[in-house]
DNA sequence: GCAAACATAATAGTAATACTATCATTTTTA
DNA sequence: TAAAAATGATAGTATTACTATTATGTTTGC
C-alpha cells in the first residue's frame, strides 16, 4: 500500500501550471519547500521571491512553473485531494458492507493526520495543516466561476461525489446527501482549525476528535433511521 | 422592531478601529460604500486607493480610520455578527418552548437573506453575501491567536455560544453540542456558497435551502431522539 | 466674532509585491 | 557537437500598502 500510494502521479487540471514541477529537480524542490514556506509564514505572506531565496534559485524560474501564488495553491490542494481520492477508493473497495464504507469514508475525511504514508517529496502532515487553513482560499475568490469552469476543482468535487454516492446507498431516502458530503468534508477542516484556535466553539479536543462528531453525525442521520 | 433594531450600535472592539467610523459622515461613508466597493471587486482586489476615489476622499482619509483591510474586514464582520446576535436574543426571547428556540435560531444563521429589517446605512444583504464570500478570511490567518486574544472574535464566537446553550437545553444528552453549533454556522454560509458556484456538491437549490438541511439535521440529532 | 482644536485634503515618498522582459550561461538531447 | 531547453542574473514596471508632512477647511467654546 506505502509503495502504491508513493507512485502516485496526481492527476492536475491544465491550466493550474506552465510547466509540470514533477518534471524536473527544480520543480520538485519548488513544490517541496513551497509547502513548508507557507506552512512557517502563512499564505499571505509567501511569495516567490521568498521562495527564490530559500531554494537558491531565482523568482523568475519559480514564476517559469506557477503564474502566481493563487494557481500554486491550486497545484498543492489538487494534490492533496487526489491522494485523498485515491485513499478513498483503495481502502472503501475491499468493503462490503455500505456502512462499512460510509464509516471509513468519514473516517479518512475527518481524521486527524495521515499516519500511514508519505509521498517521496510532499510531507503530507504539513499539506494537511495548509489544506485546513487555506483550501478555502482556493474558491473564495471573485475568479471562482471562471476557475471552476476550467476544471480546477474537478478532483475536490469527485471527493466529495463519492462520498455523496455511499450516502445514498446507505439511506436512499435522505434528502440531503450532496450537503451532508460537502458538509462533513468542509466541516471537518473547519472543526480542526477550531480545535486549535478557537477551541470554546468546539466540542472537539484530545480526546474528542472531529472524526467522533461526524461519524456521530452520519450514524444518526443516516444509519440508525433505516 | 425595525426601529430598534435600526437604532442597535454594534459592539466592536477597541483595536479594530482606530477612529469611530460611527462618529463621522465621512467614517460612515466609508463603511457603507467600502462594503458595496468589496461586494462588487472582491476582497482581494478592495484596496483603501479605490475606495477613496470611489467616495471622493483622499486615500490617506480612509487609513485614519482603519488601520487596513483587514481590519475593515474585521469591523464589517464585528457589525454583521453584532445584528445577528441582536436578531437571536430577540427573536428567541419570546419562546417559550425551547425546540421553538432552536429552530428559530437554526433558521437564523441559515436563511437565505435578511428580508425584514435594513439599517440606515449598511445593506445587509450585501453584507450576508461578503460575510459568505470572505468572513472567513478574518481568522484564516498567522495572526488568529494574537487577534482572538485581543478579542476581535468575541462577538462571532457569542453568536455560538447561545446557540450551543440552546442545543443543550433542548438535548443535554447530545455530546457534541458546541461542535455542532459552530457546524450549523460556519456550514450553513459553505451552503450557500456551494448553491452558487459549485452546484453538484449540494443539495440546495430553488426549492431546498440551507434551512432545510440544517432544520433536518438538528431535528434528527436533538429533537426526534429525546 | 475669533481663536483653538480638530478633521480632512493634497502631495510626496518608501519599501515591498507581483510580476515581465532580456540576455547570458549551463545542461540536456538528438 | 550543435541545437534546444532549462536555469540564472539582472533590470524594470505598475501597483500595493502604507507613513509623513503640510495645507485647508470646519466646528466649537468663549
Known amino acids: 500500500m506505502k509503495t502504491l500510494l508513493q507512485n502516485i502521479r496526481p492527476e ?28 512557517e509564514i502563512g499564505f499571505e505572506a509567501f511569495t516567490f521571491k521568498k521562495l527564490g531565496e530559500r531554494i537558491q534559485t531565482n523568482e523568475s524560474s519559480v514564476y517559469r512553473y506557477f503564474e502566481n501564488k493563487h ?14 481520492e485515491c485513499r478513498l477508493v483503495f481502502e472503501t473497495a475491499n468493503l462490503v458492507n455500505v456502512n462499512d464504507q460510509l464509516v471509513k469514508a468519514v473516517l479518512l475525511v475527518t481524521e486527524d493526520t495521515a499516519d500511514d504514508l508519505s509521498s517521496d517529496y510532499i510531507d503530507e502532515s504539513v499539506l494537511k495543516r495548509i489544506i485546513i487553513s487555506d483550501f478555502t482560499k482556493t474558491f473564495l475568490t471573485k ?24 450516502i445514498k446507498e446507505v439511506s436512499p431516502a435522505y434528502s440531503f446527501p450532496e450537503s451532508l458530503a460537502s458538509n462533513i468534508v468542509e466541516g471537518a477542516m473547519h472543526q480542526h482549525f477550531l480545535k486549535q484556535h478557537f477551541k470554546t466553539i468546539t466540542s472537539c479536543n484530545e480526546s474528542v476528535s472531529p472524526a467522533d462528531f461526524y461519524i456521530n453525525m452520519v450514524n444518526n442521520l443516516l444509519i440508525k433511521s433505516i
Open 12 to 39: 492536475i487540471q491544465d491550466g493550474i501550471f506552465l510547466k509540470d514541477p514533477e518534471s524536473s529537480t527544480l520543480g520538485k524542490r519548488i513544490v517541496k519547500e513551497g509547502v513548508l514556506l507557507i506552512d
Open 71 to 84: 494557481k500554486f495553491l491550486l497545484y498543492i490542494s489538487s494534490w492533496y485531494w487526489s491522494w485523498m
Open 143 to 166: 475568479e471562482v466561476d471562471d476557475e471552476n469552469r476550467e476544471g480546477f476543482f474537478k478532483i475536490y468535487k469527485r471527493v466529495i461525489y463519492r462520498i455523496t454516492e455511499i
